[in-house]
């Protein structure tokens, strides 16, 4: 079967970095989607990643490693906005998104 | 501008009730997608469509219809054969499978 694992809530201080982790068994793999979801709003896509490696963007880098099913979202210099749900979601052999519960981040000053 | 509007935010029905939620998107994206949203649980996908008058279904179709006869609108009706309705709703698109989905601000429906 399909399975995404992250983290369900994470705290962290407001200037930190947090790294947030997800690994994944899907059938197939056409790449890994990181979105941010505020509270009682739509999800906002963050990183596309097909390759392994690291993607940076900003304060926020996402990273691959297709051999182990596993990939990370990392958040630089925290700020108290960044507090929200990110959700891992990687494609499947027939490019459908495998969404994940998500990982529930709260930032403390 | 161009986005997705999904309307209205927040819809409150009687069981037994047909309703339908609306998803226009003015960003000439091809693929539209259908999610539904529970607590504590990742999104699910309803149906979703590739090209106009076609579409699929998703993971949990049951108890729901759409339709696609226009490339902007892609219109999704909880039928009363639906047996947990309340959830929140969103709708998304896409240029392509390997691109990223835009998302509609979602309505919430609760069903009484």
């Known amino acids: 079967g399909q399975n995404i694992d992250q983290p369900t809530e994470m705290t962290a201080t407001e200037g930190a970095i947090v790294q947030i982790n997800c690994t994944y068994q899907t059938s197939g793999f056409n790449g890994l989607f990181w979105y941010q979801q505020h509270a009682g709003e739509a999800p906002t896509f963050l990183s596309y990643?097909?390759l392994d490696g690291l993607e940076e963007k900003g304060r926020f880098s996402s990273f691959l490693s297709r051999s182990k099913g596993y990939s990370y979202l990392l958040l630089k210099e925290l700020q108290m906005k960044d507090s929200a749900s990110y959700l891992c979601?990687?494609?499947?052999?027939?490019?459908?998104?495998?969404w994940g519960a998500g990982t529930k981040l709260i930032i403390k000053p | 501008d161009g986005g997705i509007t999904q309307s209205p935010k927040y819809l409150f029905r009687k069981e037994g009730q047909n309703v339908t939620l609306s998803c226009e998107q003015n960003?000439?994206?091809?693929?539209m997608y259908w999610y539904r949203q529970d607590p504590g649980q990742g999104l699910r996908l309803i149906y979703y469509?590739?090209?106009?008058?076609?579409?699929q279904k998703g993971d949990i179709a049951e108890g729901y219809s759409v339709s696609r006869e226009k490339k902007e609108s892609f219109p999704l009706t909880v039928t009363s054969a639906q047996k947990n309705p309340t959830a929140f709703y969103l709708c998304a698109s896409s240029i392509g499978d390997t691109q990223e989905q835009y998302f509609g601000p979602g309505t919430r429906l609760t069903v009484t």
């Open positions: 960003l000439n994206h091809d693929a």
């Open positions: 990643n097909v």
């Open positions: 979601a990687p494609l499947d052999s027939n490019y459908q998104l495998i």
């Open positions: 469509s590739q090209i106009v008058n076609d579409f």
